[in-house]
């Protein structure tokens, strides 16, 4: 008892009295040693959510460092997922951009449950992320053109593509046919929503068609894949850009490497399924920094454009 009682009051009284008179060797050790102990742990405490630690370079970052650089580590240009509402905003010139259908949500049409409901799952990312699904689309200016923009968004159910996903990406494409825009989409999907079933897949061959209408209009579109973009969106939209362009270090691919790995009973290649490996294999057209991103949509648009309007082929 009185070994516990002795180091609680010379941390309350620290400061104030004299120090305690020399003890027996041993007891003295034991009484200095939780004292500095406590200190140190309470300078140490950081308060939650305001630094993040880089995955590749284990820098930490300070959060609102890690913001004010659209989400790409100082240290290493490691690039973190950004939200769609950001990237947006990085993207498109102020106050240029217009949304379409943002009140549209997903409808639980085959009543699924699993380990969760469907509906509530909608209900939860809703509230979580702050979007209604896990695309934003709408027209905005980059730089001096103006463009039919959709920007996925990782953290709502893993950007997987449902039937509102799809429904607002055809429109977009649409409109942006029906107005003569180029398109910009910037995809990152887990593929289709297995919640949704056969609905979600149709939503692959929609989005198709509609851009194959784009394309006859002699109008360009730009896919920026970005950290992941797999499955059912990979299969799609996302690679049927006139450039395909990707951030650097995303990983891109259809099935994901475990289950190639099991179905080929093969080694795979180093750094299978990313961006710089399927650049150098002609899937994709250049790798750009997001704090490139802005710079060289323009450059490309322009370009495109131009080919457009000389009659130039653009793929
Ligand atoms: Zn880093």
Known sequence: MATSFIP???IGLEGKEPPPPPEPKSAAGFIKKPKL???????????????????????????????????????CSHHFPIGARERIHALVE????????????????LGFTG???????????????????????????IGPYRVGLGV???????????SVVGEKLTHLIESATDKGLGLVIVSTSGGARMYEGMFSLMQMAKTAAALAYHAQSRLPYISVLTHPTTAGVMASFATLGDLIIAEPGAMIGFAGPRVIKDTTQAELPPGFQTAEFLQERGLIDSIVSRKEMKERLIQYLGFLLHSQRHGIAAS
């Open 37 to 75: 102990g406590s200190g140190r742990a309470r300078k140490r405490e950081i308060p939650e959510g305001l630094w993040t630690k880089c995955p590749k370079c284990s820098t930490m970052i300070y959060d609102k460092e890690l913001d004010d650089n659209l989400k790409v580590c100082p240290r």
């Open 152 to 162: 996925m968004d990782f953290s709502f159910l893993g950007g997987s593509m449902g």
């Open 94 to 109: 102020t106050c240029s951009f217009e949304e379409m259908d943002p009140q549209l949500i997903s409808v639980d049409i």
């Open 115 to 141: 380990v969760a409901a469907y509906a509530d799952k909608l209900e939860s990312y809703q509230r979580s992320t702050g979007l209604k699904d896990a695309v934003v689309t709408g027209i905005g200016r």
């Open 8 to 10: 609680k009051r010379s």
